[in-house]
């Protein structure tokens, strides 16, 4: 006779709040975990307002998420980002992203500095299990929090419909940038490699909602299209002469895979993420040079149809059925 599905509480709070990449992660966590013998029940804090969020990460994680789970007989508890309880008698696993809020705090506002560098101690004590997305968060995991290796499980992201290279593509001539406005994305040096490139009358378009730290995404030759769906993003990325993604930190980089499924040369800041992510089918530069940011734009351009097909070779080893059969194990081996 064989065993129930095992019973697991997401929360998926966060698509209360971005429709970034986080978000897209938990969608297609969600779809493909279908497939996999699990029962799956959702939980969320609603609210879109940020006004909401400190009660969000004080009363529902550390109080409302876990009694609410062990309430309803869930097995394990999986918080799909860091945001997660710090004590729970549900078997815990936690989804990190980056510790990007630890290694470079000057980048995030002062309620999400302080609530990480006192929480996110205690989740990483807390969880059964972390899932690392990258061996570079892994890594990150080690050193800043300590963590015990055996503890974590690398599970990369993955990439699948509607970012594939068949499909309608945006008209114009343009470099698409992609990502949240805040410091980290670093849109200003992007902005002005752009601009020292001088792509024969291209347009910088910037896809992603707004964010913090006065960020800006306009002026000449530059246009901020705010949070797109993604069906638009996919034709944005098809259209474009090339994605730029120099992100002074990431602990993956999903537009980068997404760029490269849809056939878009990329240029990518040389982090290590970007460079385990994207191997050699990208052209990395130093995300703190605009001269190298221009010469990088240059340059994949001019190799556009070489790193088109590299990089449509590259995302295919990234699955999200992988991804829902890793994850499902690792719910196995939290509730054992």
């Not at 209360?16 to 969608?27: C, E, F, P, S, V």
């Not at 929090?145 to 008209?171: M, Q, Y």
């Amino acid at each position: 006779m064989a065993a129930d599905p095992l019973r697991v509480g997401i929360d998926v709070s966060p698509l209360a709040l971005t429709r970034a990449g986080t978000a897209r992660h938990i969608h297609s966590l969600l779809a493909a975990l279908e497939g996999e013998d699990v029962e799956i029940r959702r939980y969320s804090f609603g609210g879109e307002s940020r006004a909401l969020v400190p009660v969000r990460d004080l009363g529902w994680y550390l109080a409302a998420l876990p009694r609410k789970a062990a309430s309803d007989g869930m097995q394990v508890l999986h918080c799909p980002t860091h945001r997660a309880p710090a004590s729970s008698s549900v078997p815990l696993v936690a989804t990190f992203h980056d510790l990007a809020v630890l290694r470079h705090p000057e980048t995030f506002n002062a309620w999400t500095r302080t609530y990480s560098r006192l929480a996110l101690p205690r989740v990483a004590r807390a969880a059964r299990r972390l899932i690392a997305v990258s061996e570079f968060t892994r890594r990150e995991l080690l050193e800043l929090l300590d963590v015990p290796e055996e503890k974590v499980r690398v599970i990369p992201n993955a990439v699948g419909p509607p970012f594939v290279a068949e499909g309608e593509a945006a008209s114009g001539e343009y470099v698409l940038a992609v990502g949240t406005l805040e410091p980290r994305k670093n849109l200003s040096r992007l902005v002005e490699g752009f601009r020292r490139a001088g792509l024969n009358g291209c347009r910088l378009l910037v896809a992603g909602m707004r964010g913090w730290g006065a960020v800006d995404a306009s002026g000449d030759g530059v246009r901020w299209l705010g949070s797109v769906a993604d069906e638009e993003l996919a034709r944005l990325y098809r259209g474009a002469r090339c994605v730029a993604y120099v992100s002074i930190y990431e602990g993956f980089g999903l537009p980068v895979l997404e760029a490269m499924a849809c056939g878009a040369p990329v240029v990518a800041g040389s982090t290590e993420a970007a460079r385990e992510v994207a191997g050699d089918a990208a052209v990395l530069v130093d995300p703190l040079d605009p001269d190298a940011i221009a010469a990088g734009l240059e340059e994949a351009l001019d190799r556009r149809d070489e790193l088109r097909a590299l990089g449509l070779e590259r995302a295919r080893a990234f699955d999200w059925r992988d991804v829902a059969r890793a994850t499902a194990e690792v719910y196995r081996e939290a509730a054992a």
